[in-house]
């Protein structure tokens, strides 16, 4: 079913729709793994087992849908009726919305562009959708989600894929506009004793901790304080040449 949502979020646009979800496991890192590992393109709230939307919307069986129009009147509430078809009933809505003279939507459409492969032999029009366990999901213009390993992409779309990740995961505040990351060029991140070392590219430093990608594209964090001097300057004249 997420292949079906997703595909309404692309469809409506920048039209007056807007798919919300609430997630009820027991606990809130197994919705935001549920949220990565599905690639959800809607903004999805954790309420818990018996939370209070469940409570305040009277939800007694999972999954639920409801639909809501333009005043905040639920319409529609499943289970529905047999030859219920659920693509008319929100076309519906949405058009009765823009009838009444509301306009706009909340979820952006992924940006369309070519992605090439590290050979620079193979291409692919697509939107970046999601980042996991050192796989880029990329959704393709028919609508089909691949898994791409970070390393078979090329410089280019590792850069792209990398500012985008850099906004999902709330670092945009770093990227104003685009770093020119050198993915290509990896380097080795020292600690203070130099018995331990990661190769990767560094990418911000976010309060006190070191952010550094690894060449499969992996998060790794490591304490400022816990880098060898040589690292550091390596870091600030990184940071230099963005300024």
Avoid: C
């Avoid at 595909?7 to 798919?19: A, D, K, T, W």
């Avoid at 009838?99 to 692919?124: I, L, W």
């Amino acid at each position: 079913m997420y292949g079906h949502e997703r595909s309404l979020v692309n469809e409506y646009s920048g039209r007056p729709f807007v798919l919300l979800g609430v997630n009820n496991d027991d606990e809130i890192q197994t919705a935001k793994k549920a949220v990565r590992d599905n690639n959800l393109n809607w903004r999805s709230w954790f309420d818990g087992k018996g939370g209070p939307i469940v409570g305040a919307f009277r939800v007694n069986a999972f999954p639920t849908i409801l639909l809501v129009d333009h005043r905040g009147i639920i319409r529609h509430r499943s289970p529905f009726a047999e030859g219920f078809d659920l693509d008319k009933v929100i076309a519906g809505l949405v058009q009765e919305a823009e009838n009444a003279g509301v306009t706009g939507g909340a979820e952006p459409k992924p940006q369309v562009r070519e992605f090439v492969d590290s050979t620079g032999e193979h291409r692919m029009m697509g939107s970046y959708i999601g980042f996991q366990d050192g796989q880029v999901a990329l959704e393709t213009e028919s609508g089909k989600t691949l898994q791409i390993p970070w390393d078979r992409l090329g410089l280019d779309a590792q850069r792209y894929v990398a500012n985008q990740r850099l906004k999902a995961d709330g670092l945009g505040r770093i990227a104003k506009k685009e770093i020119a990351f050198s993915f290509d060029t990896p380097q080795q991140f020292l600690d203070s004793s130099g018995a331990h070392s990661i190769q990767g590219t560094f990418i911000a430093l976010d309060g006190r901790s070191v952010v550094i990608w690894q060449t499969d594209g992996t998060e790794t964090r490591v304490a400022w304080n816990k880098l060898s001097r040589e690292t550091k300057d390596m870091i600030g004249e990184e940071i230099k040449k963005r300024d």
